[in-house]
């Protein structure tokens, strides 16, 4: 049997394995291990593949920067840095049509930075925004959109947990991909604050007339806040002025979320322990995601099937851009069905070499994959962002936040377009800081 049959063979094994409730580490793992073995005709070597990609990656430098800024998010919540953050924004933009809405998507933003997760971005800010929306007679749909939709910046904005996966399955430096980051990141801010303008401005009945705030409550949301503004200032202005190294921007801002929530009283034990416990958890399911698209990178690549797929789409003529459009469309139907990083890393064996082949940048990409998955999170029929939100909201119908994410998902298709038409917005900062590819 030809090699590459094996790999295909590989491939469909680890997809039924995930069909059949198999965790997706351990799957691709598994079909790694059986298509290496039968390949070389000997499964000693293949079951050796488990200890050293299981020590390379624990192991890794790289790799370790995930459990610290998970630790860092996990301490920022309990410290009530979220809640810190709208209120600052609230207190800034407030004051027009709709500025709750605006608010929530500026605290999302703020929030992100800090912990760097779509999910617990989401989670916390249907906390804190939703009931303050709802008890002002927001439209549930503008309240509960805005929040699935602003939920979403948390894995674009540095420091972003799936950068820094995309970084390291790639070989790429993860503090390039961060500064690639922020031009999109703030247009993605920007499309989101201008849809819920024109929807308010189109619909009036979503969202009551704003309330100015006086001097006196934008100098104590600042005053009050000025705690979560110094972590968004010292582990992102650290890393982009070179004081810190990523790992040491990581380090320094889990222990200052630390310090913050010790200091305020919020930090109880059971906080430390379940803010331990949730870290704990979130890191070994990415760990084993990673070991397991490890060794099945590693086997499918033996088995020269990446090669034979690139090969096989150039010599059907077919032009670089529309390769990428189709890879956008494959990446929302999977960003709609499965979680944010199992998307990438299912596909990166088979997608990074077929877009190094057409002479496309891989920052670029990494920052398109970043933002295709993450529009995912709230398409239909999952959605991640919609059903967590969902979860926490028992009476709400689930096509209220559907409907309320439509005009969101709109924007951010029209983003994805913007820089795929034009990929120096995503590089513009690199080529400045003349920053290492």
């Keep these: 049997m030809e090699p590459y049959i094996i790999g295909l063979l590989g491939m469909g094994l680890m997809l039924l394995m995930i069909f ?4 997706i580490g351990v799957s691709m793992g598994i079909a790694g291990v059986l298509t290496f073995g039968i390949i070389r005709g000997d499964f000693g070597p293949a079951m050796t593949l488990f200890g050293t990609e299981t020590v390379s990656k624990v192991a890794s430098t790289e790799l370790s920067v995930i459990p610290l800024f998970l630790l860092m998010g996990a301490f920022a919540t309990v410290g009530g840095l979220s ?14 049509k709709g500025g709750l809405a605006l608010a929530t998507i500026g605290g999302c933003a703020g929030f992100g930075a800090v912990c760097g997760s779509s999910i617990a971005t989401a989670t916390t800010m249907t906390r804190v925004a939703l009931p303050e929306m709802m008890a002002r007679n927001y439209s549930e749909k503008l309240a509960t959109g805005s929040i699935a939709a602003g939920g979403t910046l948390g894995m674009l904005i540095p420091p972003s947990i799936i950068l820094v996966l995309y970084g390291v399955l790639t070989e790429q430096f993860v503090k390039t991909l961060f500064v690639a980051a922020l031009v999109p990141a703030v247009l993605a801010v920007a499309l989101h604050m201008l849809t819920i303008y024109i929807m308010v401005r189109r619909n009036p009945d979503l969202a009551p007339e704003g309330t100015p705030s006086p001097w006196s409550e934008i100098i ?37 979320a630390f310090l913050i929530a010790l200091l305020r009283g919020r930090l109880s034990f059971a906080n430390f322990w379940q803010a331990l416990r949730e870290t704990a958890g979130t890191t070994s399911m990415i760990y084993l995601m990673i070991i397991g698209a490890s060794i099945f990178t590693y086997a499918v690549s033996i088995s020269g099937l990446p090669q034979m797929i690139v090969d096989g789409i150039r010599d059907t003529g077919v032009s670089g851009i529309w390769v990428v ?3 956008m469309l494959m990446y929302l139907i999977l960003g709609a069905i499965f979680d ?49 939100m969902k979860a926490m909201l028992p ?7 559907y409907a309320g994410v439509g005009p969101f998902i709109a924007a951010d298709i029209l983003r994805l377009g913007i820089l795929i038409a034009f990929p120096a917005i995503s590089l513009w900062l690199v080529n400045i800081l003349n920053l290492p590819r």
């Excluded at 059949?20 to 965790?23: A, C, F, G, H, K």
Aim: aromatic share 10%; net charge negative.
């Design 20 to 23: 059949i409730q198999v965790p």
């Design 83 to 96: 809640s810190d953050l709208y209120r600052i924004a609230n207190a800034l933009i407030g004051n027009v």
């Design 220 to 256: 104590a949301a600042l005053a009050n806040g000025w705690a979560a503004l110094i972590l968004m200032i010292t582990v992102t202005g650290g890393i982009y002025l070179g004081v810190f190294s990523v790992n040491e921007s990581a380090s320094v801002g889990a222990f200052m």
């Design 325 to 327: 459009l189709m890879l």
């Design 340 to 388: 944010t990083i199992s998307s990438m890393v299912i596909t990166i064996p088979f997608v990074f070499p077929l877009i190094l082949s057409y002479g496309y940048d891989p920052i670029w990409w990494g920052i398109l994959t970043v933002m295709v998955i993450e529009i995912g999170m709230i398409t239909p029929p999952i959605g991640m962002n919609v059903f967590v």
């Design 395 to 401: 009476n709400t119908k689930l096509s209220t936040i």
